[in-house]
């Protein structure tokens, strides 16, 4: 099977699991009155389904042609400016002056969407998808620090894991090809081993708020769901053939425990 076909069964996969998501949150909306929240979910997600659509048929119709700004683009965007504004709805009464954390987010976004330019010289297209995806990163660290969900030494962690990997993806530019396809291995075992622990806890975190139906637990379950769905974006944005499709499978796989968790914290 070639990475063409692949990439068209895992893009119909995403694309069932987005509808459904969406029939679900339509159903469960009707039957009960929704907060704002909810509503961000759902038209985030409609904006990731739109984007799907248009990328599986350009890459039907017209697979050989590098659009540098098109309408994927602009859905991925309206995700994550949606899902950032359903974090800042969650914890609007828990935000505080930005912290160390908040920084550090920004200042990851900046290098990643600097890496962005490098990779594909599309300098409008990566500035804006890296302001967006800044300020969606922002919100979900913050995120995580309302809600508690993460240790101290979690936190030091995942950040010494981020900056390692911008380091790591940065230095392949000035080293020579063999070394720069070691330190590419070496990033592609660092993104994927953080996120299948994001992934593990994830799910550990949105079962137990399910159960408890604690707000507190909901909370962390919300926070964990669209922090690692930060991390899987990124690794995908990172990752070529035939390792981008790892992150993506695990982005469809993400977005069942976001809307659970979303749900979840709704009928807390």
């Known amino acids: 099977m070639d990475s063409d076909t692949i990439r068209v069964i895992l893009c119909i996969f995403q694309i069932c699991m987005l509808g459904y998501i969406i029939i679900r949150v339509i159903r469960l909306s009707s039957i009960r009155k929704s907060s704002v929240i909810?509503?961000?979910?759902?038209?985030?997600?409609?904006?990731?389904?739109i984007s799907d659509l248009y990328w599986l048929v350009h890459g039907l119709l017209r697979p050989d042609v590098r659009l540098p700004f098109s309408v994927n683009e602009i859905g991925e965007m309206g995700t994550g400016l949606l899902f950032a504004s359903l974090l800042s709805a969650v914890f609007k009464d828990r935000f505080r002056r930005p912290g160390l954390e908040t920084i550090?987010?920004?200042?990851?976004?900046?290098?990643a969407a600097a890496l962005w330019v490098g990779w594909t010289g599309e300098w409008v297209k990566d500035i804006l998808s890296g302001i967006v995806f800044g300020y969606y990163a922002v919100e979900t660290v913050r995120g995580l620090k309302c809600s508690g969900v993460m240790s101290v030494i979690e936190w030091l962690v995942i950040s010494i894991a981020a900056y390692i990997l911008i380091a790591m993806q940065g230095l392949i530019f000035a080293?020579?090809?063999?070394?720069?396809?070691?330190?590419?291995?070496?990033?592609?075992?660092?993104?994927?081993?953080v996120m299948i622990w994001l992934m593990v806890k994830t799910g550990k975190a949105v079962i137990k708020a399910k159960k408890t139906k604690d707000l507190q637990d909901a909370e962390k379950s919300v926070a964990l769901s669209f922090f690692s769905m930060v991390w899987i974006m990124n690794t995908m944005y990172m990752s070529s053939e035939p390792m981008y499709f790892f992150p993506f499978t695990a982005l469809?796989?993400?977005?069942?425990?976001?809307?659970?968790?979303?749900l979840t914290i709704e009928s807390c």
């Open 38 to 49: 909810t509503v961000f979910l759902l038209y985030g997600v409609v904006c990731l389904l």
């Open 104 to 111: 550090s987010a920004a200042v990851f976004a900046i290098a």
């Open 175 to 193: 080293v020579i090809e063999p070394v720069g396809a070691v330190l590419d291995v070496f990033c592609y075992i660092l993104m994927f081993s």
């Open 252 to 262: 469809t796989l993400i977005l069942p425990l976001q809307m659970i968790s979303v």
